[in-house]
Nanobody, 115 residues
Framework: QVQLVESGGGLVQAGGSLRLSCAASGIIFSTYRMGWHRQGPGKQRELVATITNGGSTDYSDSVKGRFTISRDNTKNTVYLQMNSLKPEDTAVYYC?????????WGQGTQVTVSS
């Protein structure tokens, strides 16, 4: 059974930082492309950042330069370091694992940024 379990969300003031973690089980983690997506209040889910199994990263323009995605294949975990947070970053953040036609999602973790 595949499980993606996010943690690290919470309430932070604008300008602050948070680090999200996503622990994966039930998959060969090192072979999956991992990503973080988010869904703000009244908004569509959007892609935030991805990291390939080879370590290449990509970011949405809205977070480029502020967020960093990384992975530790020895711990089957992907991280999202979020700095210089803004109120518009408030959302539920979801972890995603993708390989070919297979795709799995975590349950999400809430991030709230106060102004």
């Amino acid at each position: 059974q595949v499980q993606l379990v996010e943690s690290g969300g919470g309430l932070v003031q604008a300008g602050g930082s948070l680090r999200l973690s996503c622990a994966a089980s039930g998959i060969i983690f090192s072979t999956y492309r991992m990503g973080w997506h988010r869904q703000g209040p009244g908004k569509q889910r959007e892609l935030v950042a991805t990291i390939t199994n080879g370590g290449s990263t990509d970011y949405s323009d809205s977070v480029k330069g502020r967020f960093t995605i990384s992975r530790d294949n020895t711990k089957n975990t992907v991280y999202l370091q979020m700095n210089s947070l803004k109120p518009e970053d408030t959302a539920v953040y979801y972890c995603n694992a993708q390989k070919s036609t297979r795709q799995y999602w975590g349950q999400g973790t809430q991030v709230t940024v106060s102004s």
